[in-house]
Every structure is written in structure tokens, then in C-alpha cells.
């Protein structure tokens, strides 16, 4: 059964909204670990806009599970990745006009850049886990890059509407998760999955770990933290056959 990460950037979104002090991510953090997350996951963006520095530091102090910092690929976050030494980054692209990421890390046409960043995390003891589209060259390249996982992103599964697109997609993942265990490595998945389309994701076999943030926090509004992190970790703790 997969792992259940919470991303809790929108926690710090709500809080920059005022440039204020609550609410706090950290606090968000310790609510999630004590409602059964299995993971906390975080992006320290380039422009700051939503996570801080002060945020991942703390939370590197008090937060008791796998701690998985999403990042670029700038020298600026790589050094302080390697300083607050998370148990995992995810490498992910970044553009600064974007809402959310809005597609998988191109390994393929940067392998040798990927390749460098993952080596300096490996070496430091940190897990590399790349963010890429459920496509044969993207899984080849990030296995040839000798990241211990991938994350595939769930974008175009969760944005169908369609049944024809919904299979279409879902096969993507299916296939795209047996590929990554076939080359060696760790497959996660994440990116719009809710409550409502994550259960057939859960069930894939031998996919390790959902990182879910929007649709939780969302839903904390309605019901409190701790209910919707304790309602989301229920369905996507499912048995595999």
C-alpha cells in the first residue's frame, strides 16, 4: 500500500496572502504527522512565494516523518538543500509565472545537469527523487541518471474528463510505474489527486507514495486538519494484490 506524503504549501500560501504569521506551516506539519501522514513535502521556491526559509528550517527540527523537499534546480536552493539536509528532495521544474507545477521535470533533455545534481545529493546521503511525465524517455533518463525514485506526475489523469482520456491516463500511470520498478527505482506519484480520483491511483501495484496537497487542505477548511489528512491516508491505504 502506498505511503501517504502531505504537501502543506498552501498553508504558506494562505499566510502570504497577509504576509503574516498564521497560518503556520510548521503548525500545519505537526497536525498532519499526528493524523497519520506518512511524509510532510514542502516547495522552497525561488521567489519565496509561498514556503520560507525559516519554514523548512523549523520544520527540519520538529517534523518526525520523511521530510521531502520539493526544489529547482538552482544553485541557491541546492545549497540549502544540502545545509537543512531533508530525508528527500524532489527535483522539479520551476517557471516563476506558473500557479503550480504544470508538468514533469524534462530529465531527458538535461540528463547531464540532472545527472550532476543527483550525484551531489546522493553523495551527501540525501534520496533524489525526480517529478517527471509517465513517458518511456523520461523513466529511461531518470534511471540512467541513478535517482533512487521518480514521481510521476498525475496531472493529465486527475484533469480527464473523458472516459476514453481517464483510461488513456491511468494506463500512462500503470505502465509508467511498472517501467520505474523495472529499472531499479522507487515510484511515487502525485499532482491533483483528491478524494474523489485517488483510490484507482492507490491501487496501482507497487507504487509506494502519494503526495497530495491541494485537495487536503482544501477540505481542512470544511473539517479541520487532522480529519481531512486522517479521510485521505483511509483511501489510499488499500491492500495491493
Not at 536552493?77 to 524534462?106: C, M, N, S
Not at 533518463?141 to 541513478?146: N, P, V
Not at 485517488?198 to 470544511?222: D, K, M, Q, T, Y
Amino acid at each position: 500500500m502506498p505511503q501517504l506524503g502531505v504537501n502543506i504549501d498552501h498553508v504558506a500560501t494562505l499566510r502570504q496572502a497577509r504576509r503574516g504569521i498564521e497560518p503556520d506551516p510548521v503548525w500545519a506539519a505537526v497536525e498532519a504527522q499526528l493524523a497519520g501522514a506518512d511524509g510532510i513535502t514542502l516547495h522552497l521556491r525561488e521567489d519565496r512565494r509561498h514556503i520560507q526559509d525559516r519554514d523548512l528550517r523549523t520544520m527540519k527540527d520538529l517534523v518526525q516523518v520523511k521530510l521531502n523537499l520539493e526544489m529547482a534546480m538552482s544553485d541557491e536552493i541546492i545549497a540549502i538543500a544540502l545545509d537543512v539536509h531533508p530525508d528527500q528532495v524532489t527535483l522539479v521544474p520551476e517557471k516563476r509565472e506558473e500557479i503550480t507545477t504544470e508538468g514533469g521535470l524534462d530529465v531527458a533533455g538535461q540528463e547531464v545537469r540532472v545527472t550532476k545534481v543527483t550525484r551531489t545529493f546522493s553523495d551527501a546521503g540525501i534520496e533524489v527523487s525526480l517529478f517527471i511525465d509517465p513517458e518511456p524517455a523520461q523513466i529511461e533518463a531518470s534511471a540512467r541518471s541513478k535517482a533512487a525514485a521518480v514521481e510521476l506526475h498525475t496531472g493529465r489523469y486527475a484533469e480527464a474528463r473523458e472516459q476514453a482520456d481517464l483510461e488513456a491516463t491511468f494506463s500512462e500511470l500503470a505502465s509508467g510505474t511498472r517501467a520505474a520498478i523495472d529499472y531499479g527505482m522507487v515510484c511515487h506519484a502525485g499532482h491533483g489527486l483528491n478524494y474523489t480520483n485517488v483510490r484507482p491511483v492507490a491501487e496501482i501495484p507497487g507504487l509506494s507514495e502519494l503526495n497530495i496537497g491541494h485537495s487536503i487542505i482544501s477540505r481542512a477548511v470544511f473539517v479541520g486538519l487532522q480529519q481531512a489528512v486522517a479521510e485521505m491516508k483511509d483511501l489510499v491505504t488499500v491492500s495491493q494484490v
